[in-house]
């Protein structure tokens, strides 16, 4: 038996898991954390709560009569996630702010803070499997690696990435050994209302997924030119911010072919569009790569370069500037910001990853250097 | 260790007993001998409570607590003053009130029912005269500030304030729901013109509470029905609820002599035994003829709001982190803003049946963790 700390958002996940935990017999304690600010319908003076997720993670707690708690980590939030994630657009990058979010607030220092308070582990309602000698981890302790979740639909090992060996000593992942319908099963059979509840959005802090209206009260106006990868003017644009690497929709283009972004510069406040060839990406580079475990890493790997892409075959090369991946096929869609991520052969084990600081699209082109 | 009384206090025994008597009354406006049993029931608590706080018992309007009380204040007087003069009334409000002032009148306001201004406070949590009278205008039509407040424990001057009110024509509502425990209060002699208070801070069951409304005020009743308590307040009397407040009330103004130099002692005791720690500072009025007997209000350097609230469960102790939002997570609280305070919050409040055990012990516990915890200060940053 562990002292473990649940973050419990009040879904169906963390509900699923903190059931889990409970039933291995850990001592376990819920904690809700307070964000991001969505409630708009709030009155006055009372902003502070997403209150139906609150309220369903206090019941959750009661149902399994463990300690529940609620955290405010608004400020944290806006200050390490959502200000940076509208400060990385301005500049031309596309961040993840998931990754940020469980760098910064959610995973692992959330896990710092649990062991400060004196537990031995935090669980979270992420999709990902921890192995011990090849078997799942149901106590904390070191020697742990980081998998791919049962449910491929789920995975959430991607925006994990930064677990290091030492930290994920101190993590249980209850529910990522289980597809999503067995989760609800088990969140039903644990009598929670929250079974049926439907999944959360991809950004928490834009419910309604709308990240250019977000962003525009956010970031100011900028106009620029829109160019094709030859040079010829398009079109203007009202922001960099508003577009992203491999976007095709809402360029407002009239052009006789499809037109993908291929770059988003914002030093010179230019947007380029070229056919989909544009995109290709020979190699990325990651200037401060994070890894998961000790072990070595085998050459020829696999790489993801979105959080819902799929796996891209390459080989991986380290230098004094970091991490070299080399594609063993061109890439499509690669953004600056965008993490990537590096999984052994079998598509399974997660080496652990970082952010991409450089790309290859420039050679493809060379347009940037033109 | 319960260390919370300002947050919901003990039920006294004869508050306990009053209401399992009355638990199966009949309803007290039936003609019948039962009702009329039951409605005797209520109307001697009304005049046990009225006599205690200087009221006649017409003017004492039994509410489901503290909340209602105001909200009945607030929108009654503000809204019967409209219907009066057919202009938009003034509301002055202290910036330390109680939520169950405070959103009223920012409620009312932003309908455009009240013209709006909240007066600020001192350091020590105190609301000054002067600045309440320097925001006067010829339309205030009420002024609503907290005999104490619940977090500091200020003890605002509310009689002062009164009586330069009363002269002026303009009517002081004023929450005294944390000061009934420890305090008197005299509506009359204070010139007060109406009052809140809730039964379950000083002795009686959750869920009833009392207003007192002075006969001469205009108020527009919130809940219509049955007509009962004036047509202030319509709603079959809940009479055990009522007969249980009076009796905890009862008890509460008998036993206050002993309870004030009882908990006064134990709060020095506490507050001494706290401060002497690294990093822990007192709060609120340095002078203690200014400050509830009841409360100890402390900001610690050394520990996160986050994780005292998790400590004090380990270590058995009930107190209050900081004000609690909707989701349960402690924010940052309008009192302390409006008084500059800042570290982490902590109120210890205590109650007529608080032991020198508990205050040893909790002095016991936080010199243990406050030492075991000193590395945790930049835990959240």
Redesign the interface.
């Known amino acids: 038996m562990s002292k473990v700390l649940i973050a419990l958002s009040g879904g169906v996940d963390s509900s699923a898991a903190a059931a889990l935990l409970v039933a291995d017999g850990h001592d376990v304690t819920a904690v809700h954390l307070k964000l991001a600010d969505t409630d708009t319908d709030a009155p006055p003076g009372h902003g502070c709560c997403t209150l139906d997720d609150a309220q369903d993670a206090r019941r959750t707690a009661a149902m399994l009569d463990i300690p529940f708690y609620v955290w405010d980590l608004r400020d944290t939030f806006q200050t390490a996630v959502e200000r940076p994630f509208a400060a990385s657009y301005a500049t031309g990058v596309t961040p993840n702010p998931c990754v940020t979010c469980n760098e910064k607030v959610k995973y692992a220092a959330l896990l710092e803070r649990a062991k400060t308070a004196g537990f031995d582990a935090l669980a979270t309602g992420h999709y990902a499997q921890l192995r011990r000698d090849g078997k799942p981890v149901v106590t904390p302790g070191p020697n742990v690696t980081l998998h791919r979740a049962k449910d491929a639909q789920k995975d959430q090992s991607y925006v994990l990435y930064m677990a290091q060996p030492e930290q994920l000593a101190h993590t249980l992942l209850p529910v990522g050994g289980y597809t999503k319908p067995q989760v609800r099963q088990i969140a039903a059979d644990a009598g929670f209302r929250v079974a049926q509840k439907p999944d959360s959005y991809d950004i928490c802090f834009i419910p309604d997924g709308d990240t250019a209206g977000y962003l525009a009260k956010r970031l100011p106006v900028a106009a620029g030119t829109i160019i094709d990868n030859d040079g010829t003017v398009l079109g203007e644009h009202d922001g960099v911010w508003r577009y992203t690497v491999g976007q095709r929709r809402g360029l407002g283009l009239d052009h006789h072919e499809r037109r993908f972004v291929t770059d988003v510069n914002a030093t010179t406040n230019t947007v380029t569009v070229g056919p989909r060839d544009a995109l290709a990406c020979a190699w990325v580079r990651i200037k401060t790569p994070r890894f998961t475990t000790s072990a070595p890493i085998q050459e020829h790997l696999l790489v993801q370069i979105r959080a819902h892409g799929r796996a891209h075959q390459a080989t991986v090369v380290r230098d004094t500037n970091g991490l070299k991946i080399t594609f063993l096929e061109p890439v499509y869609g690669v953004a600056l910001g965008q993490a990537a991520v590096l999984y052994d052969r079998d598509n399974d084990l997660c080496y652990g990853g970082g952010m991409i600081t450089d790309a290859d699209r420039d050679a493809v082109f060379g347009l940037r250097n033109a | 260790m319960y260390l919370d009384h300002a947050a919901s206090s003990t039920v006294r025994p004869t508050a306990r007993a009053a209401f399992l008597t009355h638990l199966d009354a009949a309803n007290g406006s039936a003609a019948h001998q039962r009702g009329q049993n039951a409605r005797a029931v209520v109307e001697q608590a009304r005049e046990q409570i009225a006599q205690h706080i200087g009221a006649s018992p017409h003017e004492i309007v039994f509410t489901s607590g503290g909340t209602e009380a105001d909200n009945l204040a607030l929108k009654g007087i503000c809204w019967a003053a409209r219907d009066k003069t057919r202009t938009t009334p003034h509301l002055i409000v202290s910036a330390t009130e109680h ?1 169950a002032v ?2 009223v009148a ?2 009312l306001a ?1 309908r455009g029912d009240v013209t709006l201004d909240v007066v600020g406070c001192g350091p020590d949590g105190i609301v000054d005269v002067e600045a309440v009278l320097a925001l006067l205008t010829p339309q205030t039509a009420l002024v609503s500030v907290m005999y104490a407040n619940n977090e500091l424990g200020s003890i605002n001057p509310i009689a002062e304030l009164a009586k330069a009110l009363a002269t002026r024509g303009v009517a002081l509502h004023t929450d005294a729901v944390q000061a009934m425990a420890t305090l008197k209060v005299d509506v009359n002699r204070e010139q007060i013109s109406a009052l809140a208070a809730s039964g379950h801070k000083f002795g009686a069951p959750q869920g009833v509470g009392f207003a007192v409304l002075r006969r001469d005020l205009a108020v527009v009743p919130l809940l219509h029905g049955g007509g009962q308590d004036r047509g202030v307040r319509s709603g079959t009397f809940a009479t055990a609820l009522i007969a249980s407040v009076a009796a905890a009330f009862t008890e509460t103004v008998n036993d206050r002599p002993r309870v004030v130099a009882h908990i006064t002692a134990l709060t020095d005791r506490l507050a001494a035994g706290l401060c002497a720690l690294d990093g822990v500072r007192r709060n609120g009025p340095t002078d203690a003829a200014k400050r509830l007997c009841s409360h100890v209000h402390l900001s610690l350097d050394a520990l996160p709001s ?2 005292l ?2 400590r004090l ?1 380990g270590l058995g102790i009930a107190a209050s982190g900081g004000a609690a ?7 940052a609280s ?1 009192v302390l803003v409006a008084a500059g305070i800042t570290g982490t919050p902590l109120r210890l409040s205590l109650g007529w049946d608080s032991t020198v055990d508990e205050v040893e012990h909790t002095i016991a516990a936080f010199t243990q963790l406050l030492n075991s915890n000193a590395a ?1 200060s930049r ?2 940053v």
């Open positions: 939520a405070r959103d920012v409620w932003e986050e994780l609230a998790l469960d939002c909707s989701s349960g997570a402690t924010t309008h945790t835990l959240w």
